[in-house]
């Protein structure tokens, strides 16, 4: 080993590896001390490497396009005949529901609720990148403070909560999913009324569950019960749908009980989001 | 300065297509790591300094892309280039699996570290289940894509930054052979 060649500039690199260890190590002690020094060295990188990432997903989905193409088209006709019977089918559902949604109108004003859930303006957002390492579920979307985007506004996806704005560039927005382990959303139970927390759970995502627990012990919750963001929350809009219950059983103190969840929204295939734009703060002092 | 320039786009080309191109095509949630493959590579095939340089950048850049607190995956990937850049010693030109071992150990290594300090100081026990559901899938998938990958970049740093074999490998018997036989004719 020792025919190894001694560095032209003089010095053992193992002692420049202990000089950048120290370095380092203040550099971690003086971001976490200092994060706002940091952030416009963080944003403005960030920010170069999001028009990048916007390329990538157009090309992407132009050749998606392409591919789509090549569909064959007996395949595309027996498609559109299923979708024609689903639609004629959920026609006939909406003309009940809009029934219903009349009568529930009614009595929401003769109770004096009509302000309860309001109609949320939204704003619709690519996702570009996503975060690679496995253990967390964040992800970045294409529009940042340039467009109106503030830290805590709530993501939806089609239907149901996808997560919330972490951090806001001025290109670009980093959002973290429900499914991640660090995210909790106080939620209710619509048809009993309980309310509970949805933790996000990496370890059982791969069976398309995350946790419910703290459910009140003598919830009659059943399986299939739809979850919906509750007003307790402090970041998170009421009335958001989260998903539907599963597998209630009591906690191993007796004290609450907990569930799996399995989310409406397709994390694995998402492409578009939309950023609801109103602040909790907002909606609840009514500005 | 060649060598500046090759590992600064090596390392922004990776990190892109991480997040981007590989994220659509993951494998039981897993994406390959390619970043950790440019820190092993540059510090396999030159030396423990280059090695340390650009594993911290590497590293560096995941720090300001995942949000948290800087200098994180920064010290890791350095320390993980210095250590392949001990490795040097060993470099043959066109070997694939002495690599391949020391990109599955170092992504191994960024695994457990990413457990034991983003879920075992809160206390998440629940190792085996991280290792069945990330570790093995990502591990798995890096060392595949590295087939590729790794070679892709042994080619470049062979012929942009012209390294010659006969410079590298000077602890093979051959080597010595040579520089000796060398040493005597100009005697």
Known sequence: MNSRKKPSYGIEPKYILMLCIMLCLCLILFSYRFPKVFDPIRKGLNSCLVPMQKGIHVIGGQIDELSAKFDDIDELRAENEALQRELTELRDKNEMLEQDLYDMELYKQLLELDKSYPEYKKVGANIIARDSSGFYATFTIDKGSKNGMKVDMNVLADNGLVGIITEVGPNYSIVRSIIDDNSYVSATIMKTGDNCIVCGSLALLNKGFIRVRDITINSQAKSNYKVYTSDLSEKYLPGLLIGYLSNITNEADGMTKVAYLTPVVDFEHLQTVLVITQLKENVVTGN | ?187
């Open chain 2, 1 to 187: 300065m060649l060598a500046f320039l090759l590992f600064t786009i090596e390392i922004i080309v990776s990190y892109l297509l991480q997040n981007t191109v590989f994220a659509a095509l993951s494998i039981a949630n897993a994406v390959p790591d390619l970043l950790v493959i440019v820190a092993v590579a540059a510090g396999y095939q030159n030396s423990r300094l280059r090695g340390m340089a650009v594993g911290f950048f590497c590293g560096l850049i995941l720090d300001i892309g995942s949000g948290g607190i800087l200098g994180v995956y920064a010290l890791f990937y350095m320390i993980i280039g210095y250590i392949c850049g001990h490795f040097h010693n060993y470099y043959v030109q066109h070997d694939i699996f002495f690599p391949l071992m020391l990109i599955a150990f170092s992504e191994l290594a960024v695994c457990a570290a990413n457990y034991v300090f983003g879920f075992l100081i809160r206390g998440d026990l629940r190792l085996m289940v991280y290792v069945k559901t990330i570790f093995v899938p990502r591990i798995l998938y890096t060392v595949i894509i590295s087939l590729v990958y790794y070679i892709l970049l042994d080619i470049l740093y062979e012929r942009i930054l012209n390294r010659k074999a006969e410079d590298e490998a000077f602890l093979t018997p051959e080597s010595i052979l040579a520089e000796d036989a060398r040493k005597e004719s100009v005697m």
